[in-house]
């Protein structure tokens, strides 16, 4: 017989480098499922809204004037008012008080006398009489004092804007009603100059809020 004809036995491996050949793939496979998992935890803050505060002022005599009965006046005269002003912003405000309006074309700011006061209490109504027991009016600050208006509102430091405000003190909170009230006098001079007549004054008052925080 030929010994080239016959069949040679295959080669088999050894069991020990099968056993190692089935660990490498085992190993492999636990690395591979590894590097698809892993512990994961995650923390998150809700959605934030964003809303900026008001500032809302409101006065009484909104669209109206303060003194009704201001023509054809004489020497010695004079009148009272209260007016009472509110704050119902959401934020904190400095509220202040100016005049808004002057126009003495007519030239008789030199001869009308002001005395404007901020407190509590008094009415429109009653002329902001003391007299009132239920709720009479409190100074508790005084911007002007028996000053002409000419001096009040001409000049270097004339209290027509906010910077130069009569007043400065009254300082709400936001989230509620607060209310001031102003009591307005005017009175011409008994002695007043003849030169006083047929002259006139236009003057209007402006309270602003502007926010503090």
Partial sequence: MNVSTVDKPRRKLPLAHVAVILGMLASGG???QASQAAFSKSTSANSNTFSAGSVTI???RTGAVVFAS???MVPGATQTKCVAVTYQGSVDAEVRMYASTYDDTGQLAQYLNLTIEEGDGGEYADDCRS???SNPFTASATGLSNVSAQSAFTGLNAKVDYAHAM???WTPT???NET???RISYTIPSNVSDNAQGKSLI???TWEARSTG
């Fill in 30 to 32: 636990i690395v591979w």
């Fill in 70 to 72: 201001t023509s054809n």
């Fill in 58 to 60: 409101t006065n009484e």
């Fill in 174 to 176: 936001g989230g509620g």
């Fill in 131 to 133: 007299s009132n027991p």
């Fill in 167 to 169: 007043f400065g003190s």
């Fill in 203 to 205: 003057l209007g008052f």
């Fill in 180 to 182: 001031k009230t102003y």
